[in-house]
């Protein structure tokens, strides 16, 4: 702050100063044809140039994407700033003086210990550098990069350096290297560890160092990797006036401009992953600071990308930071999406090992973050009744994260299909939580009859026609359903769509199959249901009639049978298998049942003649 609100001439003064081409010129190559300069558009990716700069009119245009204004509106667009920021930035650049508001002494004395604290860790930085690159101290260190296979420049880029060990360099080698106040800076920024007995030692001992840039490319803190044996093996300098963990992202400086033309930023959790990741060509990567994702470092990366993987180990740790994740990127509206690497590696022995293809083969499977949640509670908890109910409870932070209702939707819609319970009714258990009470849910998914765990059952030839029938002509379903058409389906995909048809019809009594299309995620239902489209006009399903009340029950009869056919042959099976272990209460129980079976196919044979 420190400022008093813009005077009206302010912006036009800065303009005069700072030239738009020379301003985008800093970010953007841009050759001169005629009046104008042409480059590739910042803001979309493309090869050849329709990003057009007017240094007459001082405005930009690029033809692709129609991004178009002065050189606030570029300032504050490719850096995602305020349009107060954006000019402050630019005078600032530009010496255009900004008139300030009286301080109180308070204030002063801050703002100068902030910059003092700014331009000592720049001074550390160059210290450590030079230490890096030149001092024999560093012979170990210049080994340790190479070894890891971080070649210069990019250590250049990183503005990678070392601070040696006590062993040879003493315990007061960056201490020595600072005077005054700057010493005193050093202790506030934790650089320096003040002693019992008065005097300091240095914090980062036989370390590799990694500074942490904010966006403008101050340096905030330090990052360090030990070289030899000891713990930790990372470790950060401490939060301090300026430097906060939680909203810096390790690489955002140096990657920002690759992450922007992507549109994608690939999250990893260590710092050599980030670094290992850029030498062998992936450029659009970050890392947090050695902590768990926050919304803070998900709002600064929203204003370069529009989606984020995240790219973890692939064991038990990887999966549930993954999972931890969701909300933040619920609440921020953010795509998230998680690769996992194969057991045993991380992004950066991985990259090595495999090299580039192999990796970007990796991220293109990446999975939408609810998706993978989804996945992840069905592999922990299964699809039985009890694992259903223990997966609507942890999903329900999810849904309450979840800021739009569209956003709400999409997720209760995809979470339905695979628990096979009702939108509707799964929104409802959400909204309502009842912690203490599994039980309590369970009206919802009764009608779930012998479900076979961990997934859908796999439908039979008339299983697949009837649902066929529903997608192609969903006015049919209130009639089927009334005749039982779920009972039949359960625990089928067919199952699934049937719900989802319903919650559709609730709402407009013309629903298309197109509809129905509309609503469901990507996925195995949405290709069933496309499948079933694309040949419906051969109308094989076997059904070519709308149907009357008759020849609907006749069909549902027709089918029931063959249900009830399945299920006494699996009963025989079950009984043979208990005779075999001498189990003689099992065989009772299996006979019971299939005598209910073979009561019920009587039954069937009385009502419907036409099987005869
Ligand atoms: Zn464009």
Not at 567 to 591: F, H, M, P, T, W
Request: hydrophobic letters at 40%.
């Amino acid at each position: 702050m420190g400022y008093t609100e813009f005077d009206d001439d302010l912006p036009a003064r800065i303009k005069e100063q700072a030239d738009i081409v020379q301003v985008i010129g800093a970010h953007v190559e841009l050759k001169k044809a005629g009046v104008r300069f042409l480059g590739c558009c910042p803001f979309h990716n493309e090869k050849t140039p329709s990003f057009s700069v007017h240094p007459g009119q001082q405005f930009f245009h690029c033809f692709g994407c129609g991004a178009s204004g002065d050189v606030f509106a570029f300032q504050m667009k490719y850096h995602n700033l305020d349009f107060p920021t954006a000019m402050k930035e630019l005078a600032r650049r530009y010496h255009v003086e900004i008139p300030e508001r009286p301080m109180s002494p308070e204030q002063q004395e801050k703002r100068r210990r902030r910059q003092l604290m700014y331009a000592v860790n720049e001074k550390v930085v160059s210290i450590w550098k030079d230490c890096l690159h030149k001092s024999g101290l560093a012979k170990s260190a210049r080994q340790y990069l190479e070894k890891r296979g971080i070649p210069l420049n990019i250590q250049k880029q990183f503005g990678l350096g070392y601070a040696p060990a006590p062993e040879s360099a003493g315990w007061d080698f960056l201490g020595s290297r600072l005077k005054g106040e700057e010493h005193q800076i050093a202790i506030d920024l934790g650089l320096l560890v003040k002693k019992e007995k008065g005097g300091t030692y240095d914090r980062f001992r036989d370390r590799v160092l990694f500074p942490i840039y904010d966006r403008q490319g101050k340096v905030l803190g330090f990052g360090g990797r030990i070289i030899g044996e000891g713990q930790p093996k990372y470790m950060n300098s401490p939060e301090s006036m300026i430097f906060n963990k939680s909203a810096s992202l390790l690489g955002l400086y140096q990657q920002g401009d690759a992450i922007r033309r992507s549109k994608q930023a690939i999250l990893v959790e260590g710092n050599f992953d980030l670094v290992s990741l850029v030498v062998h060509g992936c450029p659009n990567v970050v890392a947090p600071l050695g902590t768990a994702l926050t919304v803070q470092q998900l709002q600064l990366l929203k204003g370069y990308a529009e989606e984020c993987v995240l790219l973890f180990d692939g064991d038990a740790a990887g999966v549930k930071a993954a999972m931890r994740s969701v909300p933040l990127f619920l609440a921020e509206e953010f795509a998230g999406k998680v690769a996992l690497l194969p057991e045993g590696h991380d992004p950066d022995t991985f990259i090595r090992e495999k090299g580039l293809s192999p990796l970007e083969a990796l991220l293109a499977t990446a999975m939408p973050l609810p998706e993978f949640t989804l996945q992840q509670l069905v592999e922990e908890h299964g699809l039985t009744f009890d694992g259903k109910n223990r997966i609507m409870k942890a999903l329900q932070p999810l849904l309450k994260a979840s800021r739009s209702s569209l956003q709400r939707s999409l997720l209760l819609s995809h979470f339905s299909e695979t628990l096979g319970v009702s939108v509707q009714d799964l929104g409802a258990a959400m909204v309502v939580p009842k912690p203490s009470a599994p039980t309590a849910v369970s009206p919802l998914l009764s009608p779930v009859k012998q479900q076979k765990p961990e997934q859908l059952t796999p439908l039979t030839a008339s299983q697949k026609r009837i649902v066929s029938h529903i997608v192609l002509y969903p006015d049919a379903v209130p009639k089927l359903e009334h005749a039982g058409l779920r009972e039949y389906l359960s625990g089928t995909i067919g199952e699934v769509l049937l719900l989802q048809l319903g919650v559709l019809l609730k709402g407009s009594d013309d629903v298309t199959p197109e509809d129905l299309l509309g609503v469901l995620p990507q996925g195995g239902e949405r290709l069933f249901v496309s499948d079933i489209l694309l040949s419906s006009s051969a109308d094989n399903t076997g059904l070519s009639y709308h149907g009357t009340d008759g020849e609907i029950k006749d069909l549902l009869a027709k089918l029931e049978r063959e249900d009830l056919i399945q299920k006494s042959k699996v009963l025989e099976q079950e009984i043979c298998k208990c005779r075999s272990e001498n189990d003689y209460e099992g065989q009772c129980k299996y006979a019971l049942e299939k005598v209910k079976v073979s009561q019920e196919l009587q039954n069937l044979r009385k009502k419907n003649v036409i099987f005869e």
